[in-house]
């Protein structure tokens, strides 16, 4: 299994440019969601979801928008890239249940610059 | 609404110490709570998670522990090492929903 997968690994944006970050699983996991870590402020939860087509807002949704319609593929869209934005990106997936419960397990990154 | 802490912040230690990692949590009902590690410029890797109904988790030289009446859990690290060297985060489940509430993590140096 490769895991969680996150592409890709370096991203430079203009201010207003838009993307879109994306993040697959092979583990048929149920639940996808999407932080952001910066510094001082530690892992905040962006957008979640509990399974296709079916999303909700975290901690710091605004300038992002997702989708999930398969169970692999969670991607997340930056509408109109702002500087505030710039932060490492990461998605991570869990199953909803069977031992261990809910472990998460994170992909690589994306590490996003807005200039 | 669920709020964790790690403290310390940093915490340097000789090669061959035992030490404890400290993180609190506000809200006693949590389903889980996960530790973690995280290299530099890397990701997140999983090291141990507690069920709320366990009291404790083990993995090779490391220990977790789950307080919830204290709203208290110690990872606990035996015989550091240099390559244990890394910042160390938990993070607290409270729903089943795969939404984390992280700490600011603690931020480890073995020295040789």
């Known amino acids: 299994n490769a895991g969680v997968t996150q592409t890709p690994k370096f991203q430079v944006l203009k201010t207003g440019q838009s993307m879109t970050l994306q993040c697959a699983q092979d583990?048929?996991?149920?639940?996808m969601s999407w932080y952001r870590q910066d510094p001082g402020m530690g892992l905040r939860l962006i957008h979640y979801?509990?399974?296709?087509?079916?999303?909700d807002q975290g901690e710091v949704p605004n300038g992002y928008n997702v989708s999930r319609s398969t169970t692999e593929d969670f991607p997340l869209r930056l509408l109109s890239a702002a500087p505030s934005q710039t932060s490492v990106y990461f998605c991570?997936?869990?199953?909803?249940?069977?031992?261990?419960?809910?472990?998460?397990?994170f992909g690589p990154g994306t590490r996003l610059t807005v200039l | 609404k669920q709020e964790v802490t790690q403290i310390p912040a940093a915490l340097s230690v000789p090669e061959g110490e035992n030490l404890v990692l400290n993180c609190s949590f506000t809200?006693?009902?949590?389903?889980?709570l996960q530790w973690f590690r995280q290299d530099p410029g890397k990701g997140l890797t999983s090291l141990l998670l507690?069920?709320?109904?366990?009291r404790e988790q083990t993995s090779g030289r490391l220990n977790a522990s789950l307080d919830k009446s204290s709203g208290r859990s110690t990872l606990y690290i035996a015989a550091s090492q240099p390559g244990d060297s890394a910042t160390y985060l938990c993070?607290?489940?409270?729903?089943?929903?795969?939404?984390?509430?992280f700490g600011q993590g603690t931020t480890l140096q073995v020295k040789p």
């Open positions: 507690i069920q709320s109904s366990q």
């Open positions: 979801s509990v399974g296709a087509g079916i999303t």
């Open positions: 583990m048929n996991h149920e639940y």
């Open positions: 993070a607290a489940d409270s729903g089943n929903t795969g939404k984390l509430i």
């Open positions: 991570a997936s869990s199953r909803r249940s069977g031992r261990p419960y809910n472990e998460q397990f």
């Open positions: 809200d006693s009902a949590i389903y889980n």
